[in-house]
């Protein structure tokens, strides 16, 4: 599929474009902080939490027959255009019985678009609704390029990691 070709070259530039590369390392920048603040504030709203639910049933866990119980799997995703699609790590949706996000505090129903088992990346949607998304960049993250991983913890509040 082209997209994923797509979303994997452009994986370590997303949400990121339009400034990152041209940022000083922090100990030569005294305005480093202020700056990594304003990306999370611009990244965030296109930041989401993706819970994936997989029914187990429960002679796998040594219940009785006609048991069941229920896995949730929590991850951040990232949204890639306005239309609701959604990406996020493949092993979070792989095998899932439904999948729901949580969009600026409000839980909604998403449904699997596809899996790339190759770059890792899962894909879901959550179609119909007009949602914020993420700036992709327009070309692939180069070494030595300032590189940012937005993660949202279980309650929503936004932690971000940064490397070169």
Request: aromatic residues 6%.
């Amino acid at each position: 599929m082209d997209f994923f070709r797509i979303i994997t070259t452009s994986l370590a530039g997303l949400s990121l474009a339009g400034g990152m590369s041209h940022w000083a390392k922090a100990d030569t920048n005294p305005r480093f902080e202020e700056q990594v603040s304003a990306l999370v504030r611009e990244v965030s709203p296109a930041t989401v939490i993706v819970r994936a639910y997989t029914t187990i049933p429960g002679a796998a866990l040594g219940l009785g027959p006609g048991a069941a119980s229920s896995l949730m799997d929590v991850t951040t995703g990232v949204i890639i255009d306005s239309n609701g699609s959604i990406v996020c790590p493949a092993g979070t949706v792989v095998g899932a019985d439904s999948v729901t996000i949580v969009y600026r505090g409000q839980s909604l129903r998403a449904r699997i678009v596809g899996v790339d088992y190759r770059s890792g990346l899962g894909l879901v949607g959550v179609f119909g609704r007009d949602l914020a998304a993420a700036h992709i960049a327009e070309r692939p993250a180069t070494a030595g390029e300032l590189a940012a991983l937005i993660e949202l913890d279980p309650t929503g509040a936004a932690r971000p990691t940064i490397g070169f």
